[in-house]
């Protein structure tokens, strides 16, 4: 299922919050992102409603399977896309800024055919 560019920037972001500080919430992801908090909470609600995470008494957020999924592969994307520039001489912070923007966009095979690259050559 193909869902839009933001869902995949916020489902990323929830999954490397939790990585970070082991829990989310609503101004965790505001933070991360720059959004304002009322941007977040509509998004969060819309989210849950698709069932891509849940929400417990206390704010804390949860990333479904359904969600995990999307935001993984996106994290996945971000990383691999991000040291293949690298490995081109792109510097770091340059890289990282690039791949959120190519991550979205790259087809599968593209994307497969950099990973392999990758890994043939030692550079993941």
């Known amino acids: 299922m193909k869902i839009k560019e933001s ?6 972001a929830i999954l490397m919050i939790k990585k970070e500080k082991g ?14 908090k009322p ?6 609600k819309n989210f849950r409603e ?8 206390d704010g804390g ?8 999924t999307i935001a993984e592969n996106m994290y996945e994307r971000h990383q691999i896309i991000a040291k293949a520039l690298m490995s081109l001489g ?6 990282y800024t690039d791949s959120c923007k190519i991550e979205h966009d790259i087809s599968d095979q593209t994307f497969n055919a950099i990973k392999n690259h ?3 050559h030692n550079t993941l």
């Not at 941007?39 to 969060?44: I, L």
């Not at 792109?90 to 890289?95: F, G, I, M, P, Y």
């Open 118 to 120: 990758m890994k043939l």
């Open 39 to 44: 941007s977040v909470s509509v998004a969060m």
């Open 7 to 12: 869902a995949e920037n916020y489902l990323e």
């Open 90 to 95: 792109v510097d770091e912070e340059t890289a």
């Open 61 to 68: 957020i949860t990333l479904t399977e359904k969600g995990l």
């Open 50 to 57: 698709e069932g891509y995470i849940t929400v417990d008494v």
């Open 23 to 36: 829990y989310v919430r609503s101004i965790d992801i505001a933070n991360k992102l720059n959004f304002t």
